[in-house]
């Protein structure tokens, strides 16, 4: 394994290894095959751009849906994880803020959790994974002022941004921390202080998560910010919150939160204006990230049935807007959009989203 960063193609999100995701779960190995191999062609990184989307732990995750997971990729992985760990620890020890790139689902060590669970068993890494995240519930005094332990100066596209933010949504934000604690309790496994973190990033997107990020300004008001007018999807808005939050209650033994995110959820997908903000059928912020999070709200909900309209009407939009997605990934593409209409799961793909 090297270095080198080929165009696209060991990229789960928009390459090659999307592709092969889908014919893994669809039982396709001869075609996985080929995908992969044109996949690895030219090098997997396992440099500062490797995250669960790019490089070798993307190439893990997938072959881990195979079954085909092997030690020397776990090997390169693990030594990722710890140039990781090492470089958070020192930025935290330094008082500097992090950048989202550090903790969240797509880019940071929230993403290598995730990996981490598809092993089995209680690595030791992911273990650490956990307590670092816990560490970010506890607020940090920088120039004057408390602000969260994720509080970042930059946003998504590493940005500048006047004052920071707190950014809220599961691919990038704090509910992806939430969501990979919470699953990991639901695993069995459990670091201390990982209780009273989950009680902690609940209870903020109680308050924030309204908006896809917390400002300065909204964040010293007395006053909650009022919900804006919101395209409801997976990576930002309710409905991903909404499924990160029963996931905390559920972690938490609270019905009263399982059942609040639930009716979240029937809410906003019920409402014409929120479903008109809906441009695609992507993963991502699309029709097939929205049925796909509903359906694992239904398999957790004490009343699945009253989400069955809601899973027909969205796999009804998203078949008849498959086919205009131009590109051909996971994320934003037509293999992932496939995945989630075939609407099956023996893969554990759902995995790489923080839904299940």
Not at 30 to 58: D, K, M, R, T, Y
Not at 159 to 186: F, Q, Y
Not at 225 to 243: E, Q, V
Not at 318 to 343: I, T, V
Request: glycine content about 10%.
């Amino acid at each position: 394994m090297t270095a080198a960063t080929p165009p696209g193609t060991q990229d789960l999100s928009e390459g090659v290894l999307g592709v092969a995701l889908l014919h893994i779960e669809r039982g396709d190995l001869p075609s996985a095959h080929n995908s992969l191999e044109h996949a690895v062609a030219e090098g997997v990184s396992a440099g500062a751009n490797a995250s669960l989307f790019h490089g070798a732990p993307a190439l893990e995750f997938v072959l881990s849906c195979a079954g085909r997971a092997d030690r020397d990729v776990r090997n390169v992985v693990d030594r990722m994880v710890t140039v990781r760990l090492a470089a958070a620890h020192w930025r935290r020890a330094s008082g500097a803020l992090p950048y989202l790139g550090e903790f969240d689902l797509i880019r940071g060590l929230t993403g290598l959790a995730a990996l981490l669970l598809t092993r089995g068993g209680v690595p030791a890494l992911l273990k650490e994974i956990l307590s670092y995240l816990v560490s970010l519930s506890r607020p940090v005094y920088i120039e004057g002022r408390d602000l969260p332990g994720w509080w970042s100066q930059s946003g998504p596209a590493d940005e500048e941004m006047d004052g920071g933010h707190g950014n809220n949504g599961v691919a990038h934000g704090i509910a992806g921390p939430l969501a990979v604690l919470s699953l990991a309790t639901r695993h069995g496994i459990r670091v201390p202080g990982q209780h009273d973190a989950i009680e902690v990033f609940a209870h903020w997107l109680d308050t924030y998560g309204c908006c896809y990020w917390t400002t300065q300004d909204e964040l010293t008001d007395p006053e909650p910010p009022k919900p804006a007018p919101t395209r409801p999807s997976w990576c930002y808005g309710p409905p991903g919150i909404a499924r990160v939050q029963q996931l905390a209650a559920l972690a938490l033994g609270d019905p009263a939160r399982r059942l609040a995110a639930e009716d979240t959820i029937a809410s906003a997908l019920s409402d014409a204006a929120h479903l008109d903000r809906i441009r695609d059928a992507s993963l991502c912020h699309g029709w097939a990230g929205l049925v796909t999070l509903v359906r694992a709200v239904a398999d957790d909900s004490t009343a699945p049935s009253r989400f069955t309209p809601l899973i027909d009407d969205l796999t009804t939009r998203l078949a008849a807007d498959l086919a205009h997605l131009p590109k051909p990934g996971f994320m934003e593409g037509r293999a992932g959009a496939q995945l989630a209409l075939d609407g099956t799961n023996s893969t554990g793909w759902t995995r790489a989203l923080l839904i299940t």
